[in-house]
């Protein structure tokens, strides 16, 4: 990921640079650049010392994109750019600039210079051209706003306001901010427009009846009170978190650094592990508390001191998951090519005809290197990577406090060697933890490229429920009402339940799919389309049809197994070995899901004549009963 991108709202820590301007020199050619909507404005040299004139004093400090303007960049109240005017004058400090009548950009409370002023109207297709790397637009209840030079200030990154960029970002708005009028004092400067009168809220085929039914409901939400949270509720939940961490180490203390009292304990932190991806994913989306910095603060406590990440690097990521999910390049959580090919990825790189790994063979070593390795290895790494660049320097020290109070708790029973198995085996279980619950919920439903839905009905494609049960809620954190969560991600998790009736209401007006699924059933939904229909015809079930061609040897058995044209020996199939017990353990009713859905069983062809090459090689191949294209 791009280190400007990551560094966020730091790069406007440094000072203003310190330089001095020819007074009457040669003038710059003057370069304003209009836009629709945009009109240039004159210059003054008033205006150039603006930011530090001839007092000799240093300027202001200013963010990055203020240092990369040109000297004498003045900004018009539409946001227009002109170049450097001559005669800026001789003085030190930092480079002139002025914000005309908008005042500091980003800043609260400074508003265009002449209130009550007609603002310019835009349609769509004006607004449409606006989705660039530095120049993005944006709609929040019908006005615009330019955020191009603002989007690195954000404080939750500038990739996630910018992945509304020319769209109506106005459930989004509602859906991730808890004060909305502290937000608008931010907004106000951006201001450059707003939406014509006869042009519709929404850009595209919209259904427009469904959106103003989304916000309906979201309003009687309010009035029902569904976004404040119980105290008591959260309370407990990070009271039994800290229980748990001290059973762990209770039992190692009491009964020894055994492999039975190790094995408890490491399950048991596993499980407090898992409930602090819980709280702390609650207190990212300041659904806890009513003001946020307690919400951060708490987040930073529980993410740093309990589990050794950084909060900053999470929200980073999980805000963006949020705002468009499932959609490559937007949602992180889908876009893991080249490892793994998801959705309409794997016609992508069929088309191209991109091999970099044996894709056809990634429902085998998704279990070798997904749940297993995600938070030991991908996530550490990540992680590790996002503090150091962009200098979260407190989010390293909570970190660094987790794995301290760790390794001088297990240290002393185990040693170094044994303490580090102990962290790796609570990783590995944490992880497995991990995937299953949080992408049981996503993996199974559409993904692809951007489609530019509304918010209601794009929440809605990604994501599906799963039965409630007390233990289930419990042990899935609530994300088993994904959809409820994803259409309001600020309302705390215990009010699902009673948001989810009228969510289902809306559903069924509209014609939208409401998908709930029982909880094996959605496990298996997960493995399904990659490794579970492949082995059960390979191991337990061997009259369905084998996906793929198989040259076998002849009768003798001498010589390995090999998959036609892979190149991957059989031996492999040794990982298979475990299935048929799995299947003794199994329901009945999960394997009768699986198998119906999957195609009926086609009959082989004949064998090859005895005359041909395969043959008089001693081989006989099978024909291919589901051909598919490989990558």
């Given at each position: 990921?791009?280190?400007?991108a990551l560094?966020?709202?730091?790069?406007?820590?440094?000072?203003?640079?310190r330089?001095?301007a020819?007074?009457?020199?040669?003038?710059?050619?003057?370069s304003?650049?209009?836009?629709?909507?945009?009109?240039?404005?004159a210059?003054?040299?008033?205006?150039?010392?603006?930011?530090?004139?001839?007092?000799g004093?240093?300027?202001?400090?200013?963010?990055?994109?203020?240092?990369?303007?040109?000297?004498?960049?003045?900004?018009?109240p539409?946001?227009?750019?002109?170049?450097?005017?001559?005669?800026?004058?001789?003085?030190?400090?930092?480079?002139g600039?002025l914000?005309?009548?908008?005042?500091?950009?980003?800043?609260?409370?400074?508003?265009?210079?002449?209130?009550?002023?007609?603002l310019?109207?835009?349609?769509?297709?004006?607004?449409?051209?606006?989705?660039?790397?530095?120049?993005?637009?944006?709609?929040?209840?019908?006005?615009?706003?330019?955020?191009?030079?603002?989007?690195?200030?954000?404080?939750g990154?500038?990739?996630?306001?910018?992945?509304?960029?020319?769209?109506?970002?106005?459930d989004?708005?509602?859906a991730?901010?808890?004060?909305?009028?502290f937000?608008r004092?931010?907004?106000?400067?951006?201001?450059?427009g707003?939406?014509?009168?006869?042009?519709?809220?929404?850009?595209?085929p919209?259904?427009?009846?469904?959106?103003e039914?989304?916000?309906?409901?979201?309003?009687?939400?309010?009035?029902?009170?569904l976004?404040?949270?119980?105290?008591?509720?959260f309370?407990?939940l990070?009271?039994?978190?800290?229980?748990?961490?001290?059973?762990?180490?209770?039992?190692?203390?009491?009964?020894?650094?055994g492999?039975?009292p190790?094995?408890?304990?490491?399950l048991?932190?596993?499980t407090?592990?898992?409930?602090?991806?819980c709280?702390?994913?609650?207190?990212?989306h300041?659904?806890?508390?009513?003001?946020?910095?307690?919400?951060?603060?708490?987040?930073?406590?529980?993410?740093?001191?309990?589990?050794?990440f950084?909060a900053?690097?999470?929200?980073?990521r999980?805000?963006?998951?949020?705002?468009?999910?499932?959609?490559?390049h937007?949602?992180?959580?889908?876009?893991?090519a080249?490892?793994?090919l998801?959705?309409?990825?794997?016609?992508?790189?069929?088309?191209?005809?991109r091999?970099?790994?044996?894709?056809?063979?990634?429902?085998?070593?998704?279990?070798?290197?997904?749940?297993?390795?995600?938070?030991?290895?991908?996530?550490?790494v990540?992680?590790?990577?996002?503090?150091?660049?962009?200098?979260?320097?407190?989010?390293?020290?909570w970190?660094?406090?987790?794995?301290?109070?760790?390794?001088l708790?297990?240290?002393?029973f185990y040693?170094?060697?044994?303490?580090?198995?102990?962290?790796?085996?609570?990783?590995?279980?944490?992880?497995?933890?991990f995937?299953?619950?949080?992408?049981?919920?996503h993996?199974?439903?559409e993904?692809?490229?951007?489609?530019?839905?509304d918010?209601?009905s794009?929440q809605?494609?990604a994501?599906?429920?799963?039965?409630?049960?007390l233990?289930i809620?419990?042990?899935?954190?609530?994300?088993?009402?994904?959809?409820?969560?994803?259409?309001?991600?600020?309302?705390?998790?215990?009010?699902?339940?009673?948001?989810?009736p009228?969510?289902?209401?809306?559903?069924?007006?509209?014609?939208?799919?409401?998908?709930?699924?029982?909880?094996?059933t959605a496990?298996?939904?997960i493995v399904?389309?990659?490794?579970?229909?492949w082995?059960?015809?390979?191991?337990?079930?061997?009259?369905?049809?084998?996906?793929?061609?198989?040259?076998?040897a002849p009768?003798?058995g001498?010589?390995?197994?090999?998959?036609?044209?892979?190149?991957?020996p059989?031996?492999?199939?040794?990982?298979?070995?475990?299935?048929?017990?799995?299947?003794?353990?199994?329901?009945e009713?999960v394997?009768?899901?699986?198998a119906?859905?999957?195609?009926?069983?086609?009959?082989?062809?004949?064998?090859?004549?005895?005359?041909?090459?395969?043959?008089?090689?001693?081989?006989?191949?099978?024909?291919?009963?589901h051909?598919?294209?490989?990558?």
């Amino acid at each position: 990921m791009e280190a400007e991108a990551l560094r966020g709202d730091w790069s406007g820590r440094g000072a203003g640079r310190r330089g001095r301007a020819r007074g009457g020199g040669e003038a710059s050619a003057v370069s304003a650049v209009i836009r629709e909507g945009k009109v240039p404005c004159a210059g003054s040299r008033a205006g150039a010392r603006s930011y530090g004139g001839r007092s000799g004093r240093a300027g202001p400090r200013r963010s990055g994109w203020q240092r990369r303007t040109p000297p004498g960049t003045r900004l018009a109240p539409l946001g227009v750019s002109v170049g450097p005017r001559k005669g800026t004058g001789r003085g030190r400090g930092g480079r002139g600039l002025l914000h005309g009548a908008m005042g500091d950009v980003g800043e609260p409370g400074r508003g265009p210079a002449q209130p009550g002023a007609p603002l310019p109207t835009f349609r769509w297709e004006q607004i449409r051209p606006h989705n660039l790397p530095g120049d993005k637009w944006l709609v929040i209840e019908r006005r615009v706003y330019d955020i191009s030079r603002w989007a690195q200030r954000h404080p939750g990154g500038s990739r996630l306001i910018g992945h509304h960029g020319a769209e109506d970002a106005t459930d989004a708005f509602h859906a991730f901010h808890q004060d909305l009028n502290f937000v608008r004092k931010f907004l106000q400067p951006l201001l450059i427009g707003e939406l014509a009168p006869e042009e519709p809220s929404q850009d595209g085929p919209q259904n427009a009846q469904l959106v103003e039914d989304f916000r309906a409901l979201r309003q009687a939400a309010e009035d029902m009170k569904l976004f404040e949270a119980k105290p008591a509720f959260f309370a407990l939940l990070l009271g039994h978190i800290l229980a748990m961490e001290v059973l762990a180490w209770l039992t190692i203390y009491l009964l020894g650094p055994g492999w039975v009292p190790s094995t408890l304990a490491a399950l048991v932190l596993a499980t407090s592990q898992a409930q602090c991806w819980c709280l702390q994913h609650d207190l990212g989306h300041t659904s806890v508390f009513r003001k946020s910095q307690w919400n951060h603060l708490a987040q930073q406590f529980v993410m740093g001191q309990l589990k050794g990440f950084s909060a900053h690097w999470w929200n980073f990521r999980h805000f963006q998951h949020h705002a468009k999910p499932n959609i490559f390049h937007k949602d992180p959580d889908v876009t893991v090519a080249p490892v793994f090919l998801l959705g309409e990825s794997s016609v992508e790189y069929g088309r191209k005809k991109r091999r970099y790994l044996p894709y056809n063979h990634q429902h085998l070593y998704f279990f070798l290197i997904g749940p297993p390795l995600l938070t030991l290895v991908n996530f550490e790494v990540e992680n590790l990577a996002y503090m150091l660049v962009c200098m979260r320097w407190m989010d390293l020290l909570w970190a660094a406090s987790f794995y301290s109070r760790f390794f001088l708790c297990y240290i002393p029973f185990y040693g170094v060697p044994g303490a580090l198995l102990l962290f790796v085996a609570v990783r590995v279980l944490e992880s497995h933890w991990f995937v299953w619950i949080t992408q049981m919920n996503h993996i199974p439903k559409e993904i692809g490229h951007e489609k530019h839905r509304d918010w209601a009905s794009s929440q809605l494609a990604a994501t599906c429920n799963v039965e409630p049960s007390l233990f289930i809620d419990w042990f899935s954190g609530h994300l088993n009402f994904q959809i409820e969560h994803h259409l309001f991600p600020t309302m705390p998790r215990h009010n699902y339940r009673r948001v989810a009736p009228l969510v289902k209401a809306l559903c069924a007006k509209h014609g939208l799919n409401y998908e709930v699924k029982p909880f094996l059933t959605a496990l298996v939904d997960i493995v399904g389309p990659f490794l579970l229909c492949w082995c059960l015809n390979s191991c337990c079930f061997p009259f369905m049809t084998l996906p793929s061609p198989v040259i076998r040897a002849p009768a003798t058995g001498q010589g390995p197994i090999r998959r036609a044209g892979s190149g991957v020996p059989g031996e492999w199939l040794i990982f298979l070995a475990p299935l048929p017990v799995i299947g003794l353990l199994v329901p009945e009713e999960v394997w009768r899901h699986l198998a119906g859905s999957l195609p009926p069983p086609v009959k082989a062809a004949p064998r090859a004549p005895a005359t041909t090459k395969p043959a008089q090689a001693g081989l006989t191949t099978l024909p291919h009963p589901h051909p598919h294209p490989t990558p």
